[in-house]
Structures are given as C-alpha cells and as structure tokens.
C-alpha cells in the first residue's frame, strides 16, 4: 500500500474515532483534562505550547456531546490553577499512553520507519506530554521522538536521529488540509527534557 493511501486510511479511521463535540460551555463536574487544539480555534483558556506558534493546549471536561472547555468567566469563578490543572490532565494522559495500540509502519528491509496512533480519547493529543510517552517509544525508535499530530484522534511517531519524517511531509499536509478535526502541522520534539515545538512540516525542524 502507497504512503500516502496507508495514511489517508489511517486518517479516516482516526476521524470516525475522535470527538467531535468539544467546545465551549459549563464545564461541570469531574478530572480536567487538556485538548491539543489549533489557536486559530481561540479558546478562552489555554496554555501555550513550549515554542509552538499555532497549537495551544485548552483545559475541558469530558461530556456525552465529547469535551466541554472553559470561558474565561467559568475558569476564574472555578479558581483554577495551572499547577493543578496539570497535575489532573497527566494522570489522564498516562492511562491514554498505557493504552495506545501501536501501528509500526516498516520498508522494504523491515526498519520501522514510523509508529501510527489512534485514539477516541477527548484528550488524546495531551498524550506527548506525558513522562510515560518516551519510555513507550524508546525501544524502537530511540529516546528522542518527533511527533506530529494532524488531526483529533491521530498522531505519527517519528525517530529525531535518522528517520525519515521529511519524505512523509506530502501525506501528513495532506491530511491535516483535508481533515475536519484538524490540529497542527509543527513538530514536536519529545525527549527526557520533556515536549516542546522545534518545526513545523513546511520547514526543517530546528536543532
């Protein structure tokens, strides 16, 4: 199966999996977890992404319809902190990490060139900024990973040292423009200092 196929079918998948419900309202009872949202959706609350431009991380709480996120009047009347608010979306991000089924994508010679991740989880992008996410990749793809995540529900595992995420830019802009749930082109680098941005796909990744 072409390159491009192989991930237009995982996207496809991936999009009847997400939640589409997310937005704006009570947040009510129960954990707060974190969304990997575009900015352009111009949340009332976020927190923004060690050097990213374009992807920001909006605190919810799980609904029925998906995830309901905070207005800024909710937020303050909540009194919410950061430190706490971040505390409760790791431990969220953890089990999503121990629960992730792993799609190892291989070349001719069998070497992983990739591993691909779907998930129906609301928070399932929050999953890069969990301590758990490196250690579940290391083995196979070394202990610094590029991760991009196009699209709600999907995210692709690059190896940093001698992978090929560059051949791969055409088929992950590819999804990310035809997709519905969208969420960002920019690379992030996870490594044991943790999850920042370092690139984004129309460009090199920064060292």
Not at 70 to 80: D, G, I, L, V, Y
Not at 86 to 92: C, D, E, P, R, T
Not at 120 to 125: C, I, K, M, P, T
Request: charged fraction near 25%; include cysteine; aromatic fraction near 10%.
């Amino acid at each position: 199966m072409g390159q491009r196929k192989y991930l237009r079918l995982l996207a496809s998948l991936a999009g009847f999996l997400a939640l589409a419900g997310s937005g704006p309202g009570w947040a009510g009872e129960g954990p707060i977890g974190l969304v990997l949202e575009r900015s352009l959706a111009a949340p009332d609350v976020f927190q923004r992404v060690e050097g990213a431009k374009s992807t920001v991380l909006v605190p919810g709480r799980r609904t029925s319809a998906g995830v309901d996120t905070f207005t800024q009047q909710e937020w303050e009347a909540e009194k919410h902190e950061w430190p706490e608010v971040m505390a409760s979306a790791m431990v969220i991000a953890d089990r999503i990490v121990d629960s992730m089924k792993l799609e190892w994508e291989r070349d001719g010679n069998g070497v992983i060139l990739y591993g691909a991740v779907r998930g129906d989880d609301a928070f399932f992008g929050s999953a890069i900024f969990s301590k758990r996410f490196l250690t579940r990749f290391r083995a196979e793809l070394g202990g610094e990973l590029f991760v991009v995540v196009p699209e709600q529900g999907l995210m692709f595992v690059f190896p940093r040292h001698g992978g090929r995420l560059a051949d791969f830019a055409g088929a992950l802009s590819a999804i990310y423009a035809e997709s519905a749930l969208r969420v960002s082109l920019e690379i992030f680098l996870v490594d044991e200092a943790g999850c920042r941005v370092v690139g984004v796909l129309d460009s090199e990744p920064r060292n």
